[in-house]
């Protein structure tokens, strides 16, 4: 599993677009990076709703 986001960066000699990309293991390591460089952003996962999934997993196995 990957997960990949960057920068795109212009040189200003040539006008030659360039992306950087960045990638993941995990998602969880997703949801860490994104957490520190943009808490904000419409991606991250509240640390509550994780905590929901493992509810919702021990309510369906009793």
Known sequence: MGFMIGQ???????QEQMVIPLEFETNEDYQEYL????PNHPNVESE???DDDDDDEE???D
């Open 8 to 14: 795109r960066f212009e040189c200003q000699d040539c």
């Open 35 to 38: 957490r520190g460089v943009a």
């Open 48 to 50: 509550d709703d994780e």
């Open 59 to 61: 309510s369906e196995n």
